[in-house]
């Protein structure tokens, strides 16, 4: 292999359709790739222990993307063509996320995050199990008969915002729109965007908000058993502010559902290009031990090929790194997906394989801001693999073709056509 720096563009078509031979280069030749910046570097970390260590390290903080987007919303503001605007450019976006978790550090962090841990943590996640389940029977009830189906569009869009509207309370038909908002929300954390992106995204959160603040009010004067009200009971004894209980609801419906539906569509694309490992899971879904064998293969297709690519921070002390030094304000970015695959903390790590020991992954963070939905995305996943197995084991791709969806950060499928 040739000792050169490997060129690193994440908007590239290659880099995009396969990324793990970019990263075998980048972890082997330069782990912590450096582009230099007017103001600030950028830094790219592939290797899974540099990785673990900036997660774990309180001087890299999360990424300061909501001061940013309101320094550009300033500037924008004083330039001819917006002068005439009677607000901020993006100012409900930045206002939203920037009380999302993913941008919020301690106390502020701690706080929010102890106002929904409870729900999200794996006891009370089990007790969703018949939810899903049931959700995942009819929607395979629903394309059964036609002999084929779209995992993506059929089943893996569908189900998280099932869940996530019954966790929180949302009306079933609103869940399409809030569905399509959501898509569109998460596509701020694909850096860099243009200003058409940004003002787009702006008018979506907008949506979410005006959406969340009639949904508020309806349930304070008729309270019911969901999260919702359980965040807005907490607003009353003045455990978080108003603007931070509806900018928390978008956080909660929006983050699981593109994220989850990588998690099922690049799942089922892995079992089917490997048909030994669908071959092992049909042989075994009688036995006893199936469930702790799914929850293996699940961990497998979160590694093999995670959902969510690349996580960012910012630094807020110079930090050394191996022989090179990354100063204040400079941009970390961890490649998760490369992470997830270095052979230093996994054999042979392209291989798919389900005996893996439980050792660490990455595919859901580390440190104070590993996911809070990390729990329910892998029970869907299981629920969705065994179901699937069980009822059509002689699953077949459709075509060669498959397209991806654009972004850098997650990696997910547009469409996954199979028959059964
Ligand atoms: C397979 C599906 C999923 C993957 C791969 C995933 C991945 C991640 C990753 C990598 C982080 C860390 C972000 C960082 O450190 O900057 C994160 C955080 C987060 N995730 Fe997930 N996620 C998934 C599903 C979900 C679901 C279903 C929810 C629903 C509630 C959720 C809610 C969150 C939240 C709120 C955070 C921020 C936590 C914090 O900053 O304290 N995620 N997720």
Not at 169 to 186: I, M
Not at 379 to 387: E, H, K, M, W
Not at 395 to 410: A, E, F, M, N, P
Request: proline share 6%; charged share 20%; glycine share 4%.
């Amino acid at each position: 292999m040739s000792t050169a720096v490997p060129v690193f563009n994440p908007f590239s078509p290659a880099f995009q359709a396969d990324p793990y031979p970019i990263y075998q280069q980048l972890r082997q030749i330069d782990p912590v790739h450096r582009v230099k910046g007017f103001r600030f570097d950028q830094w790219f970390l592939t290797r899974y222990a540099d990785v673990y260590e900036v997660l774990n390290d309180s001087r890299v903080t999360v990424d300061d993307l909501p001061v940013r987007l309101a320094e550009k919303g300033l500037h924008l503001r004083q330039t001819e063509a917006m002068k005439s605007e009677s607000s901020e450019p993006f100012q409900t976006l930045t206002q939203t996320i920037g009380h999302w978790l993913f941008f919020v550090e301690p106390p502020d962090h701690t706080r929010l995050r102890s106002l929904v841990s409870k729900t999200f943590a794996a006891t009370r996640i089990e007790q969703l199990r018949p939810l899903i389940q049931q959700q995942v029977d009819q929607l395979l009830d629903r394309v059964q008969p036609q002999g084929q189906m779209d995992i993506m569009l059929d089943l893996a869009a569908p189900l998280p915002a099932a869940v996530s509207a019954a966790i929180l309370g949302v009306p079933e038909c609103d869940r399409p729109q809030l569905t399509q908002w959501s898509y569109d929300l998460f596509h701020v954390f694909d850096q860099p965007l243009s200003l058409q992106d940004y003002q787009r995204i702006d008018q979506i959160a907008a949506k979410f908000q005006q959406y969340f603040t009639e949904l508020v009010q309806t349930l304070r004067q008729h309270p019911q058993d969901n999260l919702i009200c359980k965040l807005i009971e907490a607003s009353q004894e003045q455990k978080l502010t108003d603007a931070e209980l509806i900018a928390f609801l978008s956080m909660l419906f929006s983050v699981g559902q593109e994220t989850t539906e990588n998690l099922i569509g690049n799942g089922i694309l892995a079992l089917l290009q490997h048909p030994e490992c669908w071959q092992m899971i049909q042989e075994n879904l009688q036995r006893s031990e199936v469930d702790t064998l799914i929850a293996k293969v699940i961990e497998e297709l979160l590694r093999f090929d995670s959902p969510v690519q690349i996580i960012s921070r910012t630094a807020t002390a110079s930090v050394a790194l191996r022989e090179h030094e990354i100063q204040v304000g400079d941009k970390v970015h961890l490649l998760l997906g490369a992470a997830n695959r270095d052979p230093a903390q996994f054999t042979d790590p392209d291989r798919l394989d389900f005996g893996r020991s439980p050792t660490s992954r990455l595919p859901f963070g580390s440190g104070i801001h590993y996911c809070l939905g990390a729990e329910l995305a892998r029970l869907q996943g299981q629920i969705v693999v065994r179901a699937i197995a069980t009822r059509f084991p002689k699953l077949q791709l459709i075509t060669d073709g498959l397209t991806r969806r654009k972004s850098v950060v997650l990696r997910g499928l547009k469409h996954l056509p199979v028959t059964f």
